[in-house]
């Protein structure tokens, strides 16, 4: 039977009540982005926070050498922008929309008022800030102490987690991303990275076609990410 993964991720959405969600959808204005679009660059000030709606963006910084490298991905349930609302400076990365994407925009005054106002949004976002420092500590502890194939298990393992869909022969990732989003995301060259998806399909681990990766056996990659 396919579903949702087990063990996902709970979302800013999840996280507040029905009334909590008319409130917030009361006060913003749904915003369309069609694949592909720029909806925020990296360098810009910050005017609105983004809850995703429906569709996948994608999170991602250019290096000083010119090097697009990808941080992270949001989904449904997800904030995106809320950091420039928070603290005031100017965006630290470019957001991509990865396929049609449908939001709710909230302006930066409207959403600090919300999440003032209501106590599960405030204690979500602390969690989210709290988690996602967390994660790049890891991530820093990762790029030296683990492999590529390490590294990319690792991250195979969060798309999963987040956004895979379970189905007869494992979890699918229905997500477009290229070998060179996730060699940006591992820290490594596209060769290695390629080279390390090469090794999982061998063992079985995973499968990949046009635009999909489908995880075989997760647990094998939550072993070998830990390793």
């Given at each position: 039977?396919s579903g949702t993964a087990a063990g996902r991720t709970s979302t800013f959405l999840d996280a507040l009540s029905s009334a909590d969600?008319?409130?917030?959808?009361?006060?913003?204005?749904?915003?369309?982005?069609?694949?592909?679009?720029?909806?925020?660059?990296?360098?810009?000030?910050?005017?609105?926070?983004?809850?995703?709606?429906?569709?996948?963006?994608?999170?991602?910084?250019?290096?000083?050498?010119?090097?697009?490298?990808?941080?992270?991905?949001?989904?449904?349930?997800?904030?995106?922008?809320?950091?420039?609302?928070?603290?005031?400076?100017?965006?630290?990365?470019?957001?991509?929309?990865?396929?049609?994407?449908?939001?709710?925009?909230?302006?930066?005054?409207?959403?600090?008022?919300?999440?003032?106002?209501?106590?599960?949004?405030?204690?979500?976002?602390?969690?989210?800030?709290?988690?996602?420092?967390?994660?790049?500590?890891?991530?820093?502890?990762?790029?030296?102490?683990?492999?590529?194939?390490?590294?990319?298990?690792?991250?195979?393992?969060?798309?999963?987690?987040?956004?895979?869909?379970?189905?007869?022969?494992?979890?699918?990732?229905?997500?477009?991303?290229?070998?060179?989003?996730?060699?940006?995301?591992?820290?490594?060259?596209?060769?290695?990275t390629a080279r390390a998806l090469g090794q999982m399909r061998e063992l079985g681990w995973v499968s990949t076609a046009r635009r999909?990766?489908?995880?075989?056996?997760?647990?094998?990659?939550?072993?070998?990410?830990?390793?």
């Amino acid at each position: 039977m396919s579903g949702t993964a087990a063990g996902r991720t709970s979302t800013f959405l999840d996280a507040l009540s029905s009334a909590d969600r008319e409130t917030l959808r009361s006060r913003g204005t749904v915003r369309r982005f069609a694949r592909g679009a720029a909806i925020a660059h990296a360098g810009q000030l910050g005017d609105r926070v983004l809850i995703i709606l429906d569709g996948h963006v994608r999170i991602a910084r250019v290096t000083e050498d010119g090097r697009d490298v990808l941080l992270a991905i949001r989904g449904p349930g997800d904030l995106v922008g809320e950091q420039s609302a928070l603290d005031g400076l100017p965006r630290s990365a470019t957001i991509t929309a990865l396929g049609p994407v449908e939001s709710l925009a909230l302006g930066n005054a409207d959403f600090l008022t919300f999440v003032t106002a209501t106590p599960a949004a405030s204690l979500y976002v602390m969690r989210l800030l709290a988690a996602r420092l967390r994660d790049a500590d890891a991530k820093r502890v990762g790029y030296t102490a683990q492999d590529v194939v390490g590294r990319l298990a690792a991250r195979l393992c969060e798309l999963s987690e987040r956004f895979g869909e379970e189905s007869a022969d494992g979890v699918r990732i229905d997500l477009p991303l290229t070998q060179e989003d996730l060699a940006g995301w591992v820290g490594a060259s596209r060769e290695a990275t390629a080279r390390a998806l090469g090794q999982m399909r061998e063992l079985g681990w995973v499968s990949t076609a046009r635009r999909a990766i489908v995880c075989h056996d997760l647990d094998a990659l939550r072993r070998r990410s830990t390793a």
